[in-house]
């Protein structure tokens, strides 16, 4: 499926009694990402793509990384959230904060979008979070407020709290956040060589419809596919399922990726647009985490390197295939990645 038009259509009709985050939607055309791109370069220049000869080495063929670890906030969703908060701005011209739920990251590029637009922003967080991440998102100035054991509980609370406070809500998965991300797929595209297949991580889903935006933009034929962690397989089950499927999130290492519940709508244009989704253990995820270190000495998180853990998983298909890997981000906790490298034994090559 090709689109090329926003539709913000109410769908909520279709799937009872789930959380739904956004309206239909349809992937942005080239004229709209490009757009996007104009807005996020006001306050970020574009990140880099390299291709690593040890990480060539390690999957045995052409490997071009996607360093979104490089951006302001440390990870992708600063692009998203710029995007996201830049209409809201102009389609409500009198709002004066929004509310997100969050892991981390999203937070921390609402949280800075908000800080650069003038905007009050309300992170919610569940209990136990990331102090660092915490951290961080307090830094650009947010009102952190914790609540709820995992990711769902956070989010309903936090859209209870938009409507107290007659905040607008940002979603975890909108148009525009699909938008956003899709500028870091065009820069990757359009500064390495023609590329065979892209790997993603899947956390609600914003990045990987971006990256199918952006190659269903330029007309390419390259493979888009998506990571999950094997311990929060709800993407990975609907995707066999072809339908919503809740499924416990219990990773501990890729926080990033811990989705009970998918968004319906991302779901349909992963459907469309996604060649298959790949499950990776937390040793794997850990495994990569390590791989970035030690051939690029980049920090990854898990969820960030998930990526490069389905593309490992995946090594005996990529022969003479020349293969793309987003690194979503490099927030890792101290304590987390310590544990992570301790456990380095070896190279990891295997």
């Known amino acids: 499926m090709r689109n090329s038009a926003l539709n913000y259509s109410d769908s909520s009709a279709r799937l009872p009694g789930l959380v739904q985050y956004a309206g239909a939607m349809t992937l942005p055309a080239l004229a709209q990402i490009q757009d996007a ?3 996020v370069y006001r306050y970020m220049p574009p990140t880099p793509q390299y291709s690593w000869p040890l ?3 390690r999957l045995g063929t052409e490997t071009w990384i996607k360093h979104e670890n490089h951006t302001p906030v440390g990870a992708f969703k600063l692009r998203g959230a710029l995007v996201y908060l830049h209409w809201l701005k102009q389609t409500q011209p009198q709002l004066s904060g929004v509310v997100a739920a969050t892991r981390g990251n999203h937070g921390q590029g609402v949280g800075m979008a908000a800080r650069l637009l003038g905007l009050k922003a309300v992170i919610v967080v569940p209990y136990g979070n990331s102090r660092e991440k915490n951290r961080a998102m307090l830094a650009q100035s947010v009102e952190l407020v914790e609540h709820g054991q995992d990711f769902q509980e956070s989010l309903e609370f936090a ?3 938009a409507m107290e406070r007659s905040y607008a ?4 998965f909108h148009e525009r956040l699909v938008m956003g991300t899709a500028t870091f797929a ?3 595209f359009k500064g390495a060589p023609p590329l065979d297949a892209v790997y993603v991580p899947v956390g609600l889903g914003s990045s990987i419809c971006g990256v199918s935006a952006a190659r269903n933009a330029l007309g390419l034929h390259t493979q888009v596919i998506g990571v999950v962690a094997a311990e929060s397989p709800s993407y990975a089950l609907s995707f ?10 219990r990773t501990l290492i890729a926080d990033g990726l811990a989705c009970r519940i998918p968004n319906s709508q991302a779901l349909e244009s992963i459907l469309s647009n996604v060649a298959r989704i790949v499950e990776v253990s937390e040793a794997e995820i850990a495994a990569a985490m390590r791989a970035y270190y030690q051939d690029t000495h980049n920090l990854a998180e898990g969820a960030a390197a998930a990526a490069l853990a389905g593309a490992l998983k995946e090594k005996s298909v990529h022969e003479s295939n020349s293969v793309g890997i987003v690194l979503t981000g490099g927030n890792v906790d ?3 990645y310590a544990d992570v490298l301790a456990r380095c034994c070896g190279n ?3």
């Not at 809500?169 to 975890?172: E, I, L, Q």
């Not at 066999?240 to 809740?246: G, M």
């Open 37 to 39: 791109q104009s807005i």
């Open 55 to 57: 990480i060539n080495q």
């Open 159 to 161: 859209q209870t709290l």
């Open 169 to 172: 809500m940002v979603d975890s």
């Open 186 to 188: 065009l820069e990757l």
């Open 240 to 249: 066999k399922e072809r339908t919503v499927i809740e499924a416990p999130s």
């Open 334 to 336: 101290a304590a987390v």
């Open 348 to 350: 990891d090559e295997d």
